[in-house]
């Protein structure tokens, strides 16, 4: 099981082909496979070039006399102290003894052992189940590209389109993420918790941090491997701090008394992240709208009087840097920012016409650095201070 990849790549019967897009790792967030136009499975030649070992398709038909010396060749031989060539051998009968496409794939090795080969092709078609097809009876072999499951059986493949289902009417049902009725049913429920609470006042994201101690601890045995190569990791830690951070909410009441909070999104787009709306107990003589600057700071604290919330919200809490000083940032578009940084200066809190809060920005010039770039109050992302000190992420809080 440690090495049942290298098992599994020893046994592809063809290569990955296709236009791997790397322009969107920089470097600067988890590694992103990116295809650009068509997917591809080669094949290659029937027969490997001279001086060169047999691979995929080619170790099934070309040679097979010396098979496993030719599957082991790719892996460091003989020698290796990863590969078992008892394990290698075994996987071999099995395939040959259970697999019908290796079954099929006899019958080219049988003409390429012939006295006179004869002219003629091995041709893979995406099609599911091999046993719908009989044995070729021409000069060309038609197969499909099978995994690494030598039991399976014909009703258990992936089910296809067939012709007669084309145009047919399917009805999603309401369990099915992103349909017209799992989207209504939320719009109706979301309906039914602002009669019952009236309207949220605050919205909140919580995105995980890779450097929490907990993921690292986790990390700890593995000093080749980072954050985004265990997601499993990462969610587990951030599923945990997120019901902390509810429970937060509930008991220590960093935005006010709370008297209701729903989830409504759980993300794994870059770094898993929730979107919450909070419910509090506003009191007619108090609206909250005059007591924004009590929750709400999109300013840097200033090191001078609190460095360690500067040191958190520097490091958690700013956007960019993006514009002129970097176009290709995740947020620009048509040369501009999508989130509108950097924001404008005010001196207090504000709303405008359309109800749209504009937090105290002042120009303090107090400053911190990314990527060399100086960052001022104009790019601070809205936060809590409570809320980022006790969990040491970045929490948006509008």
């Known amino acids: 099981m440690d090495y049942v990849r290298a098992y599994n790549e020893m046994f592809n019967m063809t290569s990955f082909g296709a236009h791997i897009d790397e322009a969107i790792n920089d470097g600067r967030s988890p590694y992103v496979f990116k295809i650009s136009g068509q997917l591809y499975h080669w094949i290659g030649s029937l027969c490997p070039q001279s001086g060169t070992r047999p691979r995929f398709l080619q170790l099934y038909i070309y040679d097979t006399g010396t098979e496993v010396e030719n599957r082991m060749a790719h892996f460091g031989g003989r020698d290796s102290d990863q590969i078992c060539e008892a394990i290698v051998r075994r996987l071999i009968h099995l395939l040959d003894s259970h697999n019908e496409l290796v079954k099929l794939f006899w019958t080219a090795r049988d003409k390429c052992d012939a006295d006179e ?9 995406s099609i599911a189940g091999s046993k719908q097809h009989s044995l070729p009876t021409s000069d060309a072999i038609g197969a499909i590209v099978p995994i690494l499951q030598p039991h399976v059986e014909a009703r258990a493949t992936l089910s296809a389109i067939r012709c007669h289902d084309v145009g047919s009417r ?3 049902p309401v369990s099915f993420t992103g349909g017209p009725r799992y989207m209504y049913s939320h719009y109706l429920d979301a309906l039914a918790i602002c009669h019952v609470f009236g309207n949220p006042q605050f919205y909140v994201t919580f995105t995980c941090n ?5 993921i690292a601890w986790y990390l700890q045995p593995f000093p080749r491997l980072t954050a985004s190569d265990r997601a499993d990791i990462v969610a587990r830690v951030f599923h945990f701090k997120v019901k902390q951070f509810v429970r937060f909410l509930k008991d220590d009441s960093p935005l006010g008394d709370l008297r209701a909070v729903y989830t409504i ?5 870059g770094l898993p992240h929730c979107h919450r709306l909070v419910w509090l107990h506003s009191s007619p003589s108090s609206p909250i709208s005059e007591r ?6 999109a300013e840097l604290p200033d090191p001078r009087t609190d460095l360690a919330g500067y040191a958190v919200i520097s490091a958690t809490m700013m956007h960019g840097p993006c514009g002129i000083a970097n176009s290709r940032a995740p947020c620009m578009e048509s040369s501009a920012c999508t989130k509108k940084f950097p924001k404008k200066y005010n001196e207090k ?3 405008d016409v359309d109800g749209r809060a504009h937090y105290q920005r002042r120009n303090t010039s107090v400053y911190t650095t990314r990527s060399g770039v100086q960052l001022d109050n104009s790019y601070v992302v809205p936060y809590n201070r409570l809320l980022c000190m006790t969990f040491q992420a970045h929490i948006n809080v509008e």
């Not at 999104?265 to 787009?269: H, V």
């Not at 924004?292 to 700071?297: A, L, P």
């Open 117 to 125: 080969v004869p002219t003629f092709k091995i041709r893979l078609f």
């Open 170 to 172: 399917t009805i999603l």
């Open 210 to 214: 890779v450097r929490w101690t907990e």
């Open 265 to 269: 999104e759980f993300q794994k787009r």
């Open 292 to 297: 924004i600057d009590d929750y709400i700071s």
């Open 349 to 351: 809190t504000f709303f």
